[in-house]
């Protein structure tokens, strides 16, 4: 900033643009603790004036300088402009901010106030979007004058409309905010984004011809008439939501029904503008909109770590299946007493069955089958439960997928088998998981 005093930085600026006080301010914001930038703004035009003044006094400066500053400084130069010029000067428009920015504040504030409570939202975060224009009004005025001192409008807003705000009630929260006030300046729209809720739930597929995510085809209706997610969807009209999404630990085949312990997964709610819900209310309308196909349970709170946590933990996981086992020979005894035998701690490997290589890339797996259990009904018709690691395909170890899933039940009995119905009964996450 070189030998200049504070005061004739400012005359240089001010010579140059017309700047409202808290945009003048802005520019040395960093210099003196606790005030606010219309402080710093206001103090540095009141020491310009009596700068100037004291140098029309010694003779050192012309009246051209208080001519074309006094409309700058009004109105802390109106006493000067009256004594030598016989009148007010008109005040001229902020170069940088059209004289808005004070407005703006005020009006975030009470808009800003009112779109967090309509939506329930306790702790907030302010986001400011600036117009191109000003930004680079903003570097300009930086890189004409040298201002290490000078912060951004977009600090400025952030932070005096967050306290602004926090003042009535509400508190800034950087790590778990429920909503994000997003202000566009110089436009001055306000709008709220909120941030998403999560569930920690559990369902049960009582139905079959089920998928888990809603799935339409390119062509038109989905490829299964009901999912897990238009289920879930039902909390749309509860929280006023924008889009509800599952994110399940694993998955079952459409037409396998999971049974048992149920599948966790959270739920998902985008952009609600209702946040807080009773759990039974939740609970209720999701199996409500569950017609009695599908079947939920909440069980708290959630967050997107767990979300990753059910992507990555999927392989650890430990899963109980009932199966119904076709066979094309007549199975004795001795054949059931060797597929409990054979399958215990067994590692398979799998090859990515043909049913869906369609949408898969084709690798071998290996996935551990822990025990298998059979109940024979007829000869050539039995009931198994399979206890297996999360991500076996269970269907190709009964039949061996012409192969590719090596051993099978096919391959151990040297008969030809399939399973013909699936339901899953046990979903064991293993290692406890964190919920909030
Ligand atoms: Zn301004």
Redesign the pocket.
Known sequence: MGNDSLANKAIKILRRYP??D??LGRMFARLGLALSNKDRGRALKISAVMEIHRKLILGKEDMEILKQLSPRLSPYADGLSIKYFGEKPEPER?Y????L?ETLMEEATEKGIELLSSSESQRFLVGVKLSKEIHEKEEKLKSEFGLPYAESIKNELKREIGKKIQQKGFTVDFDESEAILIIHFPRGEIELETSPIFYKARYWKIGRYISQSYWPTREGPPKYPFSVEQAAKSLLKVHKAEDVIIHASGREDADARMLGTGRPLVIEVKRPLKRRVEPEIVESALNEGGKGLVKFKVEGHANRSLVRAYKNELASSRKTYKILVVSEQPLSPEDHEELQMFFRNKTVEQRTPIRVLHRRSDITRRRKVYSVSTMPITTHVFLAVVEAEGGLYVKELVSGDEGRTQPSFTSVLKKQMVCVDLDVVSVDLGKPLNTV
Not at 96 to 99: E, V
Request: aromatic share 0%; proline share 0%.
């Open positions: 700047l409202c808290r945009c902020c940088l901010c059209g004289n920015v």
